[in-house]
Every structure is written in structure tokens, then in C-alpha cells.
């Protein structure tokens, strides 16, 4: 099947402890974004990249890390530095084409530190 | 990208037409009006987009004004499945295709039995 896997599901840690939450497609996507949702509210962008070796900055990119080494992966990494990361966390991807831009999304890492 | 406004909650009843309706009063031309949806913890679910012309598929139709400042996603028989927060989104496309998406607060639409 095609799609975007993100694993695991649920993620405990601990305060202080970098965290790295994975996100694979399998569509040969190009473009790939990492969004946070906090409760009652809408997705926020935090990093995204538009092809291997790239990415950028989105608004919320404090805090986080990502890299791009392969076209399929996308992992991103919560530190230390962020404030408040429990949070759930939505991986997508898109083709990256002209007049395309429909977003694939995985299905989501809910992370709790405590 | 131009602000979207969107009532925060609707009911619909089972095998009804839900309409859901947003303004997007500041589009601009070359931007296009998408809209996805997210049940309950999941990720969100691409459902259309359109510039100016009416659009369907085979889960929606969008109706966009002639002025394009507002339109209506319509599920032309709502299940319980489509109980689910819908997202009106005003963006525009760049050559790339990869362009981010920013999504508001939603309307949640909650299909009545």
C-alpha cells in the first residue's frame, strides 16, 4: 500500500530528553512537512523540505530539527530547547508538481513529556 | 495567504446534504480555495480545491461565488463517517507545488443519526 507511515503512535518522555519521531512515505514524494496540532486547534508548520538535502524553517520551528537524507524519510527531532512539546504531530507529504498540492497526511505521533 | 472565516460547529442529519460554507473575502486571483478534513486523531484527508470554476469528485462538490469571496463544500449525503472537522484553506500555487498550508480552527460538523 501506498501512504506515509509515522511510528510510534503514542511517545513518552521525559522532560529534557531529545525525542526523534519518524515519518516515511513510500509515494516519491518530493515535498515533505512536519505540522504540530495542540488541542481545539488547527496545524501549525514547523519544518518542511522540498526536496532531499533541503528544508526550511516554518513557523514554529523552534525548539526542533529535521533532516532530509532520503527522498522516503523525514524524521524530526524534538529537543530539549522546546518549551511546551507535548503536542501531536502530523508528518505529509506532496508531489511537488505545478498545480498540485494536495497534502498526504500520516497518521500522527501523539507526544506526551512528562 | 488571505484569511478564511468559518463557522466553528454544524449538524447535519444522516443522509442529508451538509453545506459547509466559507468566506475567503481577501482571495486574491491566482489563489485557490482547498479544503480537507480531519477525523477525530488522524490526520487530515485532502477532499477538493478550485479557483474559480465549480468543482467535484467523488467525495465532494465546491461552489465558489463569481466574486470568489466565499464558497460551499457540499457532502451530497452525509454518513456518519463524514462526522469530522473540515478545513477551508486559501493559498496559492507556486511552480513547485510544495507550498505550506495554513489551517484555521475548522468548522466541526457532526452527522446526527
Known sequence: DGGITQSPKYLFRKEGQNVTLS???????DAMYWYRQDPGQGLRLIYYSQIVNDFQKGDIAEGYSVSREKKESFPLTVTSAQKNPTAFYLCASSIGMQGRNEQFF????????? | DAKTTQPPSMDCAEGRAANLPCNHSTISGNEYVYWYRQI??????????????????????????????????????????????????VRALSNFGNEKLTF??????TIIP
Open chain 1, 23 to 29: 515519518c516515511e512515505q513510500n509515494l516519491n514524494h
Open chain 2, 104 to 109: 484555521g480552527t475548522g468548522t466541526r460538523l
Open chain 2, 40 to 89: 477525530h486523531s488522524q490526520g487530515p484527508q485532502y477532499i477538493i480545491h478550485g479557483l474559480k470554476n465549480n468543482e467535484t469528485n467523488e467525495m465532494a462538490s465546491l461552489i465558489i461565488t463569481e466574486d470568489r469571496k466565499s464558497s460551499t463544500l457540499i457532502l451530497p449525503h452525509a454518513t456518519l463517517r463524514d462526522t469530522a472537522v473540515y478545513y477551508c484553506i
Open chain 1, 106 to 114: 500520516g497518521p500522527g505521533t501523539r507526544l506526551t513529556v512528562l
